[in-house]
């Protein structure tokens, strides 16, 4: 996954620097990164050019749809337990594009009475699909807020901001 790659391009080396500051440990979902090799100069500008061409087939789709925005999740549930968030592409993607993105509270919380997995889903659509299902545990979530996300294009921040605004007026 080239999220994944570009993550620990440097060998995990900024994320423990980080963590040295405050004498944390790094948490069992950021194992990728006491894992990671550090990338040659070579690797690393190929790395980059994969990027690049990533983004550009992006921005094609998007000007072809036409669209000024998209309102998305945050995760793949209504909420995530403690300490078990680690489906970052939902927010991830638009940090590899560079898109501007903002996530915001709704207002609304989880209901474990409503907020339930499909009973009538189709057929798991891959193993992680598989896995995600799997690991969404309404009782545990009950009661915690329910995020979502508007993402404009490259340099649109203050577009993204206005955009937002109407989003959270209309949910008041």
């Known amino acids: 996954m080239l999220l994944g790659r570009m993550f620990v391009a440097d060998g995990g080396k900024s994320v423990r620097r980080e963590l040295e500051k405050t004498g944390e440990p790094l948490r069992p979902e950021m194992a990728m990164y006491e894992e990671a090799r550090e990338l040659g100069g070579f690797e690393y500008w190929q790395l980059h050019r ?8 992006y921005l094609d789709r998007w000007k072809k749809a036409g669209i000024d925005a998209i309102l998305a999740p945050v995760t793949p549930f209504s909420s995530v337990e403690n300490g078990k968030f680690k489906h970052v592409g939902y927010t991830g993607v638009y ?43 309404p009782e545990a979530v009950h009661g915690m807020p329910i995020n979502l996300q508007l993402v404009a294009q490259r340099l649109d921040e203050e577009k993204c901001i206005d955009m937002c605004k109407v989003v959270i007026k209309a949910l008041d």
């Open 95 to 137: 940090n590899l594009l560079d898109y501007a993105a903002m996530a915001f509270p709704t207002g609304l919380t989880v209901d474990r009475a409503i907020d339930l997995p499909q009973a009538d889903a189709p057929q798991f659509l891959s193993d992680l699909d598989r896995e995600i299902r799997s690991e969404y545990n």
């Open 50 to 57: 994969e990027r690049q061409e990533f983004q550009k087939r």
